[in-house]
């Protein structure tokens, strides 16, 4: 009952006010039952909507909005129908007039509102799928769909496309010797350089845990490696105040570099994968390119 307090006290207005006008001012003309019930319908529409905006109120400007036209309609097709039965009366004809095209104004900027309101909501959400929390990089899933459909495009045959594989050296140690706080700092700061060193039609994102992965559009093995080392001293050159202490991190990567005609984005991870492995054989702090 106190969750619908507003629409119960509209009801009751608009009932006392049935009551009254019909008791002291009754029509002397045959009531015109199609017109009562055609107005009686409006008004239980309007009165479903009254209650159905108890919902909205996830967003307190879409419901305010959509509370105030649905109970300024209702009353205004309930002063229809209330005239119907009684003799005219002026202070309701004038109520009536005035309910009805601003409530259908508000309705109309309810709806509005609400339309976008969703589409925030939809966007919020999509981006919430595809972008991993802690760093702000896409997540695997998303990472994978936009360079299979960038690899989908077409290519000439000399253009070829680089892929990265890299995680942070000993980071497990990090987060056992200075707690997981430590360690959310540290791949943020790894996160924050990598995107500042690629460029706009790059992609990077977090393959989960210390794990990440850049796509080089249009990137031959050379540049692939040049980027590759450039990440690697920017990461080695991060120190992090903790505990009085600078906390330092290293990288070791893995590239691959192939035609971008006929490839996909598994194979290219799982062999950058394979040069990541053996970066972390040769001492970690180093890349390696897959052959």
């Known amino acids: 009952m106190g969750r619908f307090k507003i629409q119960f006290a509209i009801i009751a207005v608009i009932s006392a006010i049935f009551t009254y006008v019909i008791l002291y001012y009754p029509s002397n003309e045959p009531t015109i039952y199609i017109d009562v019930l055609i107005e009686g319908v409006m008004a239980i529409s309007c009165l479903f909507l009254m209650f159905f905006t108890e919902t909205l109120k996830d967003s307190r400007e879409v419901y305010r909005t959509l509370i105030i036209s649905s109970c300024l309609l209702f009353s205004g097709h309930y002063l229809d129908v209330i005239d119907e039965f009684t003799i005219s009366l ?29 589409e925030n909501q939809s966007e919020q959400l999509k981006h919430l799928a595809e972008v991993d929390p802690l760093t702000g990089l896409l997540n695997r899933r998303a990472f994978t769909e936009k360079a299979q459909s960038l690899l989908l495009q077409p290519f000439n045959e000399n ?40 460029k706009k039609n790059d992609h990077v994102a977090r393959l989960g845990g210390e794990e990440f992965v850049v796509l080089l559009n249009d990137t031959g093995v050379d540049r692939a490696k040049e980027i590759a080392e450039e990440i690697r001293t920017n990461i080695e050159a991060i120190s992090i105040l903790h505990r009085h202490q600078q906390i330092q991190c290293t990288v070791s990567l893995g590239i691959v570099s192939e035609h971008a005609v006929n490839t996909d984005i598994t194979t290219l991870i799982e062999r950058a994968d394979m040069s990541l492995y053996q970066a972390k054989s040769d001492g970690r702090n180093c890349w390696r390119v897959a052959v």
């Open 159 to 198: 253009q070829h496309v680089s892929v990265i594989v890299f995680d942070i050296d000993h980071f497990k140690g990090i987060n056992d010797s200075h707690g997981h706080g430590l360690g959310d700092r540290v791949l943020t700061e790894v996160a924050a350089i990598v995107k500042s060193t690629l």
């Open 90 to 118: 002026a202070l309701l004809d004038a109520l009536e007039a005035t309910f009805k095209p601003l409530g259908f104004l508000l309705f109309i900027a309810g709806s509005y509102r609400w339309v976008r309101f969703h």
